[in-house]
């Protein structure tokens, strides 16, 4: 099957710049694109210019707020044995 235009577009500017654009109120929000394109293998080649043009100060503040997000989400998460043994367990 060809891939639509516009896919490839999205494709190629994610593998040559790690960035992604969403048009005009697309389901998939970044995260989902992000991981659809993991999934199926397709990379990025270099990081996004715009990392060239932030101070390495600001770089570390924005990292380390990408961080605390990180952090703040996961922490009330189940560890994966604990999710496991709650509702996978098999029946003894």
């Known amino acids: 099957m060809e891939i639509p235009e516009r896919l490839k577009n999205k494709v190629e500017l994610y593998q040559s710049t790690?960035?992604?654009f969403r048009e005009d109120n697309e389901?998939?929000?970044d995260v989902?694109?992000?991981?659809?394109?993991?999934?199926?293998g397709i990379n990025t080649?270099?990081?996004?210019?715009i990392a060239d043009v932030l101070s390495?100060?600001?770089?570390?503040?924005?990292?380390?707020?990408?961080?605390?997000?990180?952090?703040?989400?996961?922490?009330?998460?189940p560890t994966h044995r604990?999710?496991?043994?709650?509702?996978?367990?098999?029946?003894?």
């Open 32 to 40: 989902s694109w992000i991981s659809v394109f993991v999934g199926q």
């Open 56 to 77: 390495d100060s600001e770089l570390k503040l924005r990292m380390t707020e990408v961080r605390q997000v990180i952090l703040s989400a996961s922490q009330p998460l």
């Open 82 to 92: 604990d999710y496991v043994f709650k509702y996978c367990a098999a029946d003894k």
């Open 27 to 29: 389901l998939f929000s």
């Open 45 to 49: 080649s270099a990081y996004s210019p």
């Open 18 to 20: 790690g960035r992604l």
